[in-house]
C-alpha cells in the first residue's frame, strides 16, 4: 500500500513569491493535514482538510491557504513569502473522522527554501 | 510554557540498552497519544498509538500513559544502531490537530 506521497521534494523561491505544495492521501483515507517543522519550532499544525471542507487552521496568517479535491488530494498554497516560510512542510492522512479515531501517517515533506 | 515538553536531548545509549523517553503536557483534554520516529530527511513515522491512560506494547516498544499526573513515556527494550533517531510525542484532544514534543534525538553506539 503506497503511503502519503507528497511533491516536490524540494522548492526554491524567493521573498514575495508564490508556493504550492502537493499531497496525495493514503487511499481511502479522506483526512489530510499540513504541519509546518522549522528549525527550532518543532512541528506546527497548519491545517486539516476532510471530506472537501476546511475543518480546522492553526496559527498561521492568512496567505497559509490549501484546498481539498475530489479525490481527496489536497495543496498547500503560501503566498508573498518570507524568509522564516523556510521549512519543512508536512502533510499526514487518515481515514474519515466518522467513526472511531485513527492515527495520522505521514509523508517525507516538501522543504522549502526561501532565498 | 509549551503544551507539551520533552527534552530534545541528545542521548547517546551503547546497543542493546533500554532507551527511556518521556513527555509531559499542561492540556488535560488530550486523550489520544501517539510516538513518532523521524529519521534525517524523512517524514515521522507512527510507532505507537494509545488512548486514554495505560500501558501498550509493539515488539520492543511500551508506551505509558499517565493522565493524572499528565506524563506520557516510551521504553524501547534491546536498542539497536537502527533506532538511531529524533523519537516525536504527539497528542490530540477531539480536534484531530496534533499538538508535538520538541522531539529527542537518540543515538546507538553499536
Known amino acids: 500500500e503506497a503511503g502519503v506521497t507528497q511533491s516536490p521534494t524540494h522548492l526554491i523561491k524567493t521573498r514575495g513569491q508564490q508556493a504550492t505544495l502537493r499531497c496525495s492521501p493514503i487511499?481511502?483515507?479522506?483526512?489530510v493535514y499540513w504541519y509546518q517543522q522549522a528549525l527550532g519550532l518543532g512541528l506546527q499544525f497548519l491545517l486539516w482538510?476532510?471530506?472537501?471542507?476546511?475543518?480546522n487552521r492553526g496559527n498561521f496568517p492568512p496567505r497559509f491557504s490549501g484546498r481539498q479535491f475530489p479525490n481527496y488530494s489536497s495543496e498547500l498554497n503560501v503566498n508573498a513569502l518570507e524568509l522564516e516560510d523556510s521549512a519543512l512542510y508536512l502533510c499526514?492522512?487518515?481515514?474519515?473522522?466518522?467513526?472511531?479515531?485513527?492515527?495520522?501517517?505521514f509523508g517525507d515533506g516538501t522543504r522549502l527554501s526561501i532565498l | 510554557q509549551k503544551e507539551v515538553e520533552q527534552d530534545p536531548g541528545p542521548l547517546s545509549v551503547p546497543e542493546g540498552a533500554i532507551v527511556s523517553l518521556n513527555c509531559t503536557y499542561s492540556?488535560?483534554?488530550?486523550?489520544?497519544f501517539m510516538w513518532y520516529r523521524q529519521y534525517s530527511r524523512k517524514g515521522p513515522e507512527l510507532l505507537m498509538y494509545?488512548?486514554?491512560?495505560g500501558n501498550k506494547e509493539d515488539g520492543r516498544f511500551t508506551a505509558q500513559v499517565d493522565k493524572s499526573s499528565k506524563y506520557i513515556s516510551l521504553f524501547i527494550r534491546d536498542s539497536q544502531p537502527s533506532d538511531s533517531a529524533t523519537y516525536l510525542c504527539?497528542?490530540?484532544?477531539?480536534?484531530?490537530?496534533?499538538?508535538f514534543g520538541a522531539g529527542t534525538t537518540v543515538t546507538v553506539r553499536a
Open positions: 499526514a492522512s487518515s481515514p474519515s473522522r466518522q467513526g472511531a479515531r485513527q492515527p495520522q501517517h
Open positions: 487511499s481511502g483515507h479522506t483526512s
Open positions: 482538510y476532510d471530506e472537501g471542507e476546511e475543518r
Open positions: 492540556n488535560s483534554a488530550f486523550q489520544y
Open positions: 494509545t488512548y486514554s491512560s
Open positions: 504527539a497528542m490530540s484532544d477531539d480536534d484531530y490537530k496534533l499538538s
